[in-house]
């Protein structure tokens, strides 16, 4: 009988697959899969359920059926399809064990043992079709069956702990840890805290409700008082230790250790926790507050914790911080592998205590928490103490005061603690800083001052405090206040501020010339508003700080636009500022003489002439220029002007002649020169000359040499 | 490019199998049992999964780059060997034919100059510190001071872009800009990495945006430049009669067109814009708050020195630096200009070091009274060093320095450094004679200090991985506390 069609191209299929799955299982670590692999590996786990239930379901078959001729013709096309579909499954299996971390042993024996299922149920089809002796045999039939099933159920049970954990098919122990009801108030029992959830994680499945080994029942004081079959547990007969610690210390070997072999163990403390207990009398009634604060058995009770199980440990170790993480708030591993997590959160605004109460899942995992500059109430502070993992805690400038903080020294692993900028009170210092877990702690605060300091750092020498060096009040100068309007030019009037950016500065300022002081110069209070040619000296005072330089600034006022402008003499080619427009662009060229706002004249005078339309009265000429001796630039000599109705004829107005620079005057600033214009007389030219200095002076390193001469604006009224 | 081949190498592979998989039932039947199966990370997303590799020692940086370089023999190397020989040519058996730049090569003598300035020692380890920066030697003993850098540069502009960016040639992502990449940010109302910027008196050098570029990381991984106004993010506020509300709803709607262009074009720059007109809303909020200068007592103000007042002055930048940091920002990169002394030297360092030296110092002793300088890593130095003889002119107190890549000298303070002096040069200070620290070693060590293995972070672009050390670098172990 020849096969149907598509059972050869299966059997073909599997002469092409097996090899390739042989390859890529043992060269798997050298190969990298794509993407598209990757998503088949993740049909592993779905599919691999089909050839296990065939795979039984034929071993049951060869195990079955004793009567060699009824076997199934349909055996071989089956096992022809289980054979597929393990070694497609084996396939996808090997591309999803390069996505994750897993146990070496446990991949390898199910990798290896997954693929010898699916080459054994190729040999198996191969028998059937070629080998006569194995069809007619039912007791090696009924052998290979019994490997078959075991070989499914013990390599598929590996891969099941690689997905669910070691403990698959263990108890379920994490349930009970779920039940256990851990009181943590101060006033509860020392019972209610620690011993009866304790004996209910580790000793109920025993001794409680559903059975009741030994007759002895742990499940409530009573019971515990009255002890089992053999009396009581705590009390032992003829100076012998109480029956229930010597059960719980013997090895875990003896046949009489407590809890049995195989069940949850009590830890080191636990030990320690129940043995203090009985020593001390094995009270069940007395309270945790009652209690010795720094007994032994305060302390291991106050700690304990119901142990979770190693399986649900694993799962819960590296949560998903995504859903923790906000705007606000950022959440994650200290790095990758580590199961500790950093906590920081930002702009108090948007800060309340819910956004920390959320954490809670994960709080025992965070080692470092940043709330700096957080609005904490008493209520985080408990949250914060319950973090029980933390090494870290930056609480500067949140406000809180040094008692709201006792409840933290409960944080034994807390190593430094960062509390800057808040509220102290020797008073409440010791309440915090005796017996204090941390040695490390940053208390920089303006509020402290250093006698305080050192009788801190005194009391408590074990502890590094960090408190700057920035307690000492040096006097410094204070910066000078800013004249806030960008402006120099007075169409009609200005508006002006002064201010500094240090709150609660006294501005004082002048607008006569001289420098402003503390008492008499008037302060500024609100805008000022000036309509003519001012000079604004301003000076920051503040108690503490040296007074500030003079901040100055001229304001020029300008009514009357020129119509036309032209210059006689034209300025140097390397400064030609923008020509005549310079003059009355209303920009001012500061001290930087080469920004191209500037006119340049080299050993020569500046003469123009302006025009109006109609005959203008000008009261006054005003010219702004710049003095940098180091450049050689330096001021006019004198201004002489003339009026003139056609513009040939001019009659001279006025001349006016400026005093020389002299060596210990400022040598860069920059200077307006006026020039008043007499007389009742309009016209419609006016020509101005500007002397130059021909000469430096001898003081001057450039001397006898030619001086230049920088103007930048003109303003008339 | 063209873009209609843009848009077609936007469409990958994994994009087109993500957006087919709907109309495929298998595929489609997979997607629902495994809902995230098709949002495959991306390059990003894996690091920020894998990163830190291990445990950070620095979460945050603080770059106070010297910009024009500083001169070491003035301020940190002392050499009174330079100041016995002073005027005496240096010795060709000490150059042994080292290249010179352009404005020193046509000297016929290279006479030494020793520096005029008084020497001491400070600190436990007792490293020599110039009279011009006694605020910078009062913080001695928390300083990582390292005599030994050397680059290959010769000219600022490459110097410069090869300490910011791992290669001389530009286009490269700055250092801030991977680690922004790497680490992102840790307050996701500010950016990850930002820069500021401030001009000394001395002779300047340029700086250029390119020095804080994403490179070929994505865009939102760009240093922030924030202008020396006292609006330092400019067009941050609304305008007035804008409600925050109406702002909320402009942005959504926004949003909802540029997720409509992204589905079309698929260009991932849409998203980076998404994302970056969320951050600035947030910004709105965050940045006021941090700039204000309302809630720092004056004895801080007294420790950065009155000028920090004054905004776009480097002791301004320094303090909000300091605030910036403090609020998360992973990576806050400072330039001070005027430090390219060829002539003068003495005088201009004077100014620079006056701008600078107090400043420098506050931040530090500021951040370690906040108890915050153990995990912030601040750098101090400049793209090279300057030379030994003298450029231009020499007298007995003036002269000039010129490039000088050989030795030069930069301090750490802070997440994770050891304090001490390390490495040292000849007592000529012009070849190094013990631990020499290559800019590559340099971004090696700083990256393993904020958890990061600077072989294996890398970038896929052009068809090859990039590092940010390329295919060098050395962790230097004696900088590691």
Not at chain 1, 665 to 672: A, F, G, L, V
Request: net charge neutral; with cysteine.
């Amino acid at each position: 009988m020849s096969a149907p069609k598509w059972l050869a191209l299966g059997r073909n299929a599997l002469w092409i697959l097996n090899p390739f799955l042989g390859i890529i299982a043992y060269y798997h670590q050298e190969i990298n899969f794509g993407i598209y692999f990757q998503w088949l590996g993740k049909m592993h786990p779905m599919l691999l359920h089909f050839p296990i239930v065939l795979g039984l379901g034929i071993a049951g078959y060869y195990v079955y059926t004793r009567d060699n001729n009824k076997i199934s013709p349909f055996l071989s096309p089956l096992l022809t399809i289980h054979s597929l579909m393990a070694t497609i499954v084996a396939i996808f299996g090997i591309f999803l064990s390069k996505q994750g971390i897993y146990n070496h042993d446990l991949i390898f024996w199910h990798q290896w043992g997954g693929i010898s299922i699916a080459w054994m149920s190729w040999g198996l089809m191969t028998l059937h079709e070629y080998n006569n002796s194995f069809n007619t045999n039912f007791l090696l039939r009924a052998l290979v069956g019994f490997v078959f099933a075991g070989m499914l159920i013990f390599f598929t049970h590996k891969g099941a702990q690689l997905t669910h954990g070691s403990q698959v098919l263990s108890w379920p122990e994490e349930e009970i840890a779920k039940k256990i009801t851990v009181n943590m108030d101060s006033t509860a029992t020392l019972y209610e805290r620690a011993i009866g959830p304790l004996l209910q994680q580790k000793c109920l499945s025993c001794h409680g409700p559903e059975k009741e080994k030994g007759n002895l029942l742990l499940n409530s004081p009573d019971h515990i008082q009255k002890g089992g079959k053999h009396g009581s547990i705590l009390i032992g007969n003829n100076n012998k230790k109480a029956p229930l610690l010597e059960r719980l210390f013997l090895p875990l070997s003896e046949e009489k250790h407590m809890p049995p072999e195989g069940k949850l163990q009590l830890t080191k403390e636990e030990l320690s926790l129940l043995s203090y207990w009985v020593r001390s009398g094995s009270h069940l009634e007395v309270k945790m507050n009652e209690l010795n604060q720094s007994d032994s058995l305060f302390l291991l009770a106050q700690h304990w914790m119901p142990s979770v199980p190693y399986s649900n440990r694993q799962k819960n170790i590296f949560p998903d911080l995504k859903a923790y993480n906000s705007n606000y708030c950022t959440v994650s591993y200290i790095f990758t592998g580590s199961s500790d997590i950093e906590v920081s959160f930002y702009q108090r605004n948007f800060y309340a205590h819910e956004n920390l109460k959320r954490l809670s899942p994960i709080q025992s995992q965070i080692v470092n928490l940043n709330m700096q500059n957080m609005p904490l109430q008493e209520e985080d502070i408990a949250f914060i103490a319950r973090c029980s993992q933390l090494q870290k805690l930056n609480l500067n400038f949140t406000q809180l005061s040094a008692d709201q903080l006792v409840p933290l020294k409960k944080l034994t692993k807390l190593k430094s603690i960062s509390i800057c900028g808040l509220a102290y009170d020797e008073k409440n210092w010791p309440a915090f800083f005796e017996n204090a877990p941390f040695d490390e702690v940053h208390l920089w605060a303006s509020s402290l001052n250093p006698p305080q300091i050192d009788k801190i750092r005194s009391a408590y020498p074990r502890i590094n405090f960090t408190v700057g060096d920035n307690l000492k009040n040096d006097l410094i100068k204070i910066t000078s206040p800013i004249i806030d309007q960008d402006s120099s030019i007075i169409a009609s009037h200005l508006d002006i501020n002064i201010k500094h950016f240090l709150d609660g500065t006294d501005i004082r300022y002048t607008t006569d010339g001289t420098d402003p002081d503390s008492l008499s110069s008037p302060e500024f209070k609100q805008t000022l508003r000036i309509t003519d040619h001012t000079t604004l000296k301003t000076k920051a005072f503040k108690s503490g700080w040296i007074s500030s330089d003079v901040a100055q600034k001229t304001f020029y006022r300008s009514e009357i636009h020129p119509d036309t402008i032209y210059f006689i003499t034209q300025p140097d080619k390397q400064y030609p500022g923008r020509g005549t427009q310079t003059l009355i662009d209303y920009q001012l060229g500061d001290q930087n003489f080469s920004n191209g706002k500037w006119l340049g004249y080299l050993d020569e005078n500046m003469i123009l002439v302006i025009g109006f339309h109609q005959s203008k009265k000008l009261k006054e000429a005003r010219f702004n220029t710049l003095i940098d001796n180091a450049s050689y630039i330096f001021p006019l000599t004198a201004i002489k002007v003339g009026g003139s109705l056609d513009g040939t004829q001019f009659k001279t107005l006025n001349e006016i002649k400026f005093p020389p620079l002299q060596k210990d005057d400022k040598n860069i600033e920059n200077k307006s020169f006026n020039c008043p214009i007499p007389g009742e007389d309009s016209y419609k030219f006016y020509r101005f000359t500007l002397s130059n200095l021909k000469k430096l002076p001898d003081w001057h390193p450039g001397k006898n040499t030619p001086a230049w001469m920088f103007i930048d604006e003109l303003f008339l009224n | 490019m063209n873009e209609l081949l843009e848009h077609g190498l936007n469409q990958n592979r994994r994009k087109f199998l993500s957006k087919m998989s709907l109309g495929l039932g298998g595929l489609g039947l997979g997607s629902l049992m495994v809902p995230d199966m098709f949002d495959g990370p991306n390059e990003a997303e894996i690091f920020s999964k894998i990163l830190p590799q291990f445990s950070p020692r620095a979460k945050r940086v603080i770059y106070l780059f010297q910009n024009g370089a500083p001169s070491q023999l003035d301020l940190f190397d002392y050499k009174p060997m330079l100041q016995k020989m002073h005027g005496e040519d240096l010795p060709a058996s000490i150059r042994n034919g080292q290249r010179l730049t352009g404005m020193t090569s046509n000297q016929t003598t290279f006479p030494l100059a020793g520096s005029r300035f008084n020497f001491s020692q400070h600190g436990s380890h007792g490293g020599w510190f110039s009279e011009t920066i006694p605020h910078i030697a009062g913080i001695a003993d928390d300083l990582c001071i390292v005599k030994s850098m050397y680059t290959e540069a010769i000219n600022h502009d490459p110097a410069l872009t090869f300490f910011q960016t791992g290669a001389q040639v530009g286009n490269r992502p700055s250092l801030g800009s991977w680690v922004s990449y790497g680490l992102g940010s840790d307050n996701k109302n500010l950016p990850a990495f930002c820069v500021l910027l401030s001009k000394g008196k001395g002779n300047g050098q340029g700086v250029y945006s390119k020095l804080w570029n994403n490179g070929f990381l994505d865009s939102i991984h760009q240093g922030v430049q924030f202008s020396s106004g006292e609006e330092p993010i400019k067009y941050l506020s609304d305008p007035p009669f804008i409600a925050r509300s109406d702002k909320r709803a402009m942005l959504d709607e926004i949003a909802a067109l540029n997720q409509q262009s992204y589905e079309k074009i698929g260009d991932p720059e849409i998203v980076a814009k998404i994302q970056q007109y969320e951050l600035s809303y947030r910004m709105q909020m965050a940045v006021p708050e941090i700039t204000s200068l309302k809630n720092e007592p004056e004895s801080v103000v007294k420790m950065y020195g009155p000028e920090c007042l004054v905004p776009g002055t480097y002791a301004a930048n320094c303090l909000l630096a300091r605030k910036l940091s403090e609020n998360g920002v992973r990576f806050v990169q400072l330039y001070h200009q005027g430090w390219d002394g060829h002539g003068n030297l003495p005088n201009e360092l004077i100014g620079q070091c006056k701008d600078v030296d107090q400043p420098s110092a506050a931040l530090i002793k500021d951040l370690k009274q906040r108890g915050l300088l153990d995990e912030t890593l601040v750098i101090w130095g400049g793209e090279f060093g300057r030379t030994n003889y003298c450029q231009g002119p020499l007298t007995k107190d003036n002269y000039g320095r010129d490039h000088h890549p050989r030795c030069f000298t930069i301090w750490m303070a802070g997440g994770g450094v050891k304090p001490g002096v390390h490495g040292e040069t000849d007592e000529f200070g012009y070849n190094i004679n013990s631990l020499p620290v290559h800019v590559h070693d340099f971004h090696a060590t700083i990256m393993h200090l904020m958890g990061i293995d600077h072989e294996t972070f890398t970038y896929k672009h052009l068809g090859r991985r990039y590092r940010l050390t390329d295919v060098s670098g050395n962790i230097i172990n004696n900088l590691i506390a």
